[in-house]
């Protein structure tokens, strides 16, 4: 089946202005992750949904960042007034996690959305 | 607070030889542990995961890591490198006790595969 998408796959923006990233996970996967990975470094976990449940955002840097998950499937984060400092590879995985389930599902990752703020 | 330390962020074998990326982590309680790979323009895709079963992990592609507790190491190995292990490795690390969703992951090994 499909994988987890993002779009757009690369963005260019200007310093001020806001930016939406969304991410479609695998149907069917009931978990949602955000991640932002700057150039040479890990993945740093910004935030996660169970369906559309925001259940942990102590990642986001600060409250120009949120996100949301309206129908527990597609995803939008958003970035308000960028800084250059927001460029990054932002990154979205999905897991099946159930109630029941644990932690230990595996984590599946779309290819990312590039965001170069100018 | 949770953290992985990786050894080495630039890794060079031959092909055929041994692979072996190191993983140290900080925690106090029993973690999960996780590598992943990132093949370039590609998601993270997960090679093995230890979750407090076997501490001698196998993975795809041959892979396989090992739980040592006592040297809180979780390295990754693989008998005979191929070409087409040549990506980013990382190590991560969550907690069940606060629901393992938090994933922390290092800083990334490259490795390079010499023909």
């Known amino acids: 089946g499909a994988g987890v998408s993002q779009s757009p796959r690369y963005k260019v923006t200007k310093r001020g202005q806001d930016v939406a990233l969304r991410c479609d996970p695998i149907?069917?996967?009931?978990?949602l992750y955000w991640y932002r990975q700057a150039l040479g470094q890990g993945p740093e976990f910004l935030t996660y949904?169970?369906?559309?449940?925001?259940?942990?955002k102590s990642g986001l840097p600060n409250d120009r960042f949120s996100a949301e998950r309206p129908e527990g499937s597609i995803s939008t984060l958003t970035i308000q007034r960028t800084e250059q400092r927001d460029s990054a590879m932002y990154r979205c995985a999905s897991s099946r996690k159930n109630l029941a389930g644990g932690p230990t599902d595996t984590q599946y990752f779309g290819p990312g959305t590039r965001l170069t703020v100018l | 607070a949770q953290s992985v330390t990786q050894l080495g962020s630039h890794v060079s074998v031959s092909e055929g030889a041994l692979v072996l990326l190191r993983c140290n982590y900080s925690s106090s309680v029993p973690p999960y542990l996780f590598w992943y790979v990132q093949y370039p323009n590609q998601g993270l895709q997960l090679l093995l995961k230890y979750t407090s079963a076997a501490t001698l992990v196998k993975g795809i592609n041959d892979f396989e890591a090992e739980f040592k507790k006592s040297e809180t190491s979780f390295h990754l190995t693989k008998p005979s490198a191929h070409m087409s292990d040549a990506a980013e490795y990382f190590c991560a690390v969550s907690d069940p006790d606060t629901g393992g969703f938090k994933t922390i992951f290092g800083a990334g090994t490259r490795l390079f595969v010499k023909a």
């Open positions: 149907s069917g996967h009931v978990s």
């Open positions: 949904f169970n369906y559309e449940a925001q259940q942990d």
